[in-house]
Antibody
Framework: QVQLQESGPGLVKPSETLSLTCTVSGDSITSYYWSWIRQPPGKGLEWIGYIYYTGSTDYNPSLKSRVTISVDTSKSQISLKLNSVTAADTAVYYC?????????WGQGTLVTVSS | DIQMTQSPSSLSASVGDRVTITCRASQGISNYLAWFQQKPGKAPESLIYAASNLQSGVPSKFSGSGSGTDFSLTISSLQPEDFATYYCQQYKSYPYTFGQGTKLEIK
């Protein structure tokens, strides 16, 4: 049974960089695509981007200029960096496996952007 | 980007009812359509992929149909644990996009 666990600071100051890690257990990180998705409080879901273990990525054009997703296969981790954050980036951030669609999700981590 | 539009945005129903939620894509997506259930404070859970295939462990009371631009999720014999928010999502092309959600509430 795959498990995904997001981790990182829960509070980030405006204009700084949001950095999160997703640790994958119970499955090989080299077998699937892995996505980041976010959800502002009380709102809907927004796909941020994906990565494959080879390093291949694609990002949502709405965030592309500010986002970087990377993978560390030795640690079974995928990472998300979002720079120049504003209050609009306050959200729960999820990582997910893409096997049969986005079939497995982490529990999510709330990141608040505030000074 | 492909826009996904769900209807209704909210729905009131009673235990035992059968309900249907619809999802329309702004362009054809074949059957690259998934449905998710989300309860308050929890991560979304995948119910259906490829428009009509149940994820492992999902009860058969959930069913999906459609192809092209029009899709639906039907939940039969509603139970208290089914009251949640439901999202559709297309994965035909990047960026993946979600519907705005349908909140299913107890009448």
């Amino acid at each position: 049974q795959v498990q995904l666990q997001e981790s990182g600071p829960g509070l980030v100051k405006p204009s700084e960089t949001l950095s999160l890690t997703c640790t994958v257990s119970g499955d090989s990180i080299t077998s699937y695509y892995w996505s980041w998705i976010r959800q502002p409080p009380g709102k809907g879901l927004e796909w941020i981007g994906y990565i494959y273990y080879t390093g291949s990525t694609d990002y949502n054009p709405s965030l592309k200029s500010r986002v970087t997703i990377s993978v560390d296969t030795s640690k079974s981790q995928i990472s998300l960096k979002l720079n120049s954050v504003t209050a609009a980036d306050t959200a729960v951030y999820y990582c997910a496996r893409e096997r049969w669609g986005l079939d497995a999700w982490g529990q999510g981590t709330l990141v608040t952007v505030s000074s | 980007d492909i826009q996904m539009t769900q209807s209704p945005s909210s729905l009131s129903a009673s235990v035992g009812d059968r309900v249907t939620i619809t999802c329309r894509a702004s362009q054809g997506i074949s059957n690259y359509l998934a449905w998710f259930q989300q309860k308050p404070g929890k991560a979304p859970e995948s119910l259906i992929y490829a428009a009509s295939n149940l994820q492992s462990g999902v009860p058969s009371k959930f069913s999906g149909s459609g192809s092209g631009t029009d899709f639906s999720l039907t939940i039969s014999s509603l139970q208290p644990e089914d009251f949640a928010t439901y999202y559709c999502q297309q994965y035909k092309s990047y960026p993946y996009t979600f519907g705005q959600g349908t909140k299913l509430e107890i009448k």
